[in-house]
C-alpha cells in the first residue's frame, strides 16, 4: 500500500492530524513572529494577537471545510454506487442477527420475493424458507453462525415468495462481530439465480434421463447388431452353400430390420425427453 493511500483523507483520523499539525504550526511560528517583531510593544502585540485569532479561525475553518467536504464527496459517491447497485432488481442486502432474525433488508426485497422490507424486518429468515429446505438450510446458517473463520462465505439459500414459488439466491455473506469478538450475525449482498438453477437442474435431469434411456436400450442394439457382425463373418470365411447362404442373408436382413428398429426407438424417445 502507497503512503499516499495510507494517509488519505477519506479517513476521520487523517482529518484530525492535518487540522493538529496546521494549528500548531500557526500557534508556534506566529508567535515567534510576534516576539520578533513587536518585542515589548504590548499594546500592538495584543493587537496582533487578535488578527491572528481571527485568522487562524478563518484558515483553520476554511482547511476544515475542504477535508470535510472531500470525505462527504467520496462518501457520498460510494453511496451513490451502493444506491445504483441495488436498484438492480436480481441484487439486494440484508442483515441477520445471531437468532437468525433480519434486522435490515433492502427495499428491492420486493422485486424478488414479493414481501417488502418493512413486512420482512423482525422476521427469522427460515420464515421463507420452503419446508422441503428447512432442516437443509438451518444446518448450513448454523454452521455458518457457529464458525470461527474471519473468511467471507458464498451460499445458495431456498426462498419461498409471496405467491408460494421457489426463489433461489446466492449470498456473498460475512460474519458480524461484537466489542468482545463474539459473533452477532452476519451481513450478506445476494442475487436471484432462480433462473440460472432451474434451468441447470432442468440440463441435469434431462441428461440423466438420456443416459439411462442409452443404458436400457443399449441391449436392444447389441443383440441383432452381435448377429450382424456373425453373419457377416460366415459369410466371409466358411465355404456355404448357396441354400445356406441365402438363409443367412435372410438372417442379415431381418437383423438389420430389427437394428433399424432399435434405434428408432431410441431416437424417437431421446427426443420426447429432450422436448420435454
Known sequence: MSKAKIFSINQPWAITIVYMFVGI????????LISNVFNDDIQEMSR??????????????????????????????RTQELELLFTNPNLGIFKID??????????NI??????????????KLID???EEYIKEDLSLLDKILQSDLDEAFIINKHLQNKKGELV??????????????????????????????LFLHTLENKNKQLQEIASDQSHLVRAPLARILGIIELLQTVDLKSSE?????????????ELDEALKDISGKMSSKAGN
Do not use: C, R
Open 25 to 32: 504550526n500557526w500557534i508556534f511560528f506566529s508567535d515567534i
Open 48 to 77: 496582533f494577537q487578535m488578527i491572528k485569532g481571527s485568522l487562524y479561525v478563518l484558515l483553520t475553518g476554511l482547511l476544515l471545510y475542504y477535508l470535510i467536504k472531500s470525505l462527504y464527496d467520496q462518501v457520498n459517491g
Open 98 to 107: 445471531e437468532g437468525g432474525y433480519f434486522t435490515h433488508v433492502s427495499p
Open 110 to 123: 420486493i422485486n424478488i420475493i414479493g414481501y417488502t422490507d418493512t413486512e420482512i424486518v423482525g422476521k
Open 128 to 130: 421463507f424458507t420452503p
Open 168 to 197: 433461489i439466491i446466492e449470498m456473498h455473506g460475512i460474519l458480524l462481530n461484537d466489542k468482545t469478538g463474539n459473533i452477532k450475525g452476519f451481513i450478506t449482498a445476494f442475487q436471484n439465480i432462480t433462473k440460472q438453477e
Open 245 to 257: 447362404k441365402t438363409d443367412l442373408i435372410k438372417h442379415l436382413k431381418n437383423s438389420g430390420l
